[in-house]
């Protein structure tokens, strides 16, 4: 049995614990807040433009060639991994990870082999994840989320779309957490280049005929980049909440389970407190008998 001294140390250690636990809890609801906002604020002006280049698009009946849409033979893979730069959120980072590997060794297990798959890391912990399983690190863009704003994921995108273009790559994936609330995050896949025509009723091709001033080549050519890069912004925005409601939730249950381990040392040490006096009384008892029959 530990010594009374033991159990205090470990009691005060706890309730450090709990107090700091407790703290990013609270810093975690704050920031969840500001980046639940920006996430709600981004969605309905991402499916607008989903819409337009719809609509464009469909207009336009194929004739118009891009080269984000180019479909090439896949050879070389690189997958956007969207985590986070700080741990303690629960598996969070971990899930990316093991989304990435289950998405590889679905589809793309040949590439990996051959040594033709890259990642590309948003986040500083999903590049140590993957860098420890032997996956080829492209780039990797930390403290990203610290000055998070439109122009820092801007330069990934490029890099990315750039890359794409010159032949780099030949098909481009994105891996993140799409925002539910603070206690649910949905992994998401989708493939960023080239780009597909999405088959579900999400986003449709407006049937109003409208009159196209500059030119429809003109009008696609300037928002399929523009989309792209709206489209890696709002996976880092949906990361950037789910982030931070990871962290809640699980500093919420650090901070319960720290609770309970107080209610366990507080009564082993009450229960060694009370063996420890009945030890004494037993010594001064023992003690007095032995002078009285002396």
Known sequence: MPSLKEVRNRIESVKSTQQITKAMKMVSAAKLRRATDAIVQLRPYSKKMSELIATVSASTEGTIVNPYTEVRDVKKVLIIAVTSDRGLCGAFNANIGKAIISLVAEKYQSQFEAGNVEVLAIGKKGGEYLGRRGYTINDQFVNTFSKLSFATVRTAAESVMSGFVAGKYDVVELVYNEFKNAA???????????????????????????????????????????????????????????????????????????????????????????????????????????????
């Open 184 to 294: 649910t995050q949905i992994i998401r896949t989708d493939q960023l280049l080239p780009i597909v025509e999405k088959q579900d009723n999400t986003v449709k091709a407006s049937s109003t005929d409208y009159i196209f001033e500059p030119s429809k080549e003109e009008i696609i050519g300037e928002l399929v980049p523009k989309a792209l890069k709206l489209q890696v912004y709002k996976a880092v925005l949906d990361s950037n909440a789910s982030e931070h409601g990871a962290r809640m939730t699980a500093m919420d249950k650090a901070t319960e389970n720290a609770g309970d381990l107080l209610k366990a040392l507080k009564l082993q040490y009450n229960r060694s407190r009370q063996a420890a006096i009945t030890n004494e009384i037993l010594e001064i008892v023992g003690g007095a008998e032995a002078l009285a029959s002396a």
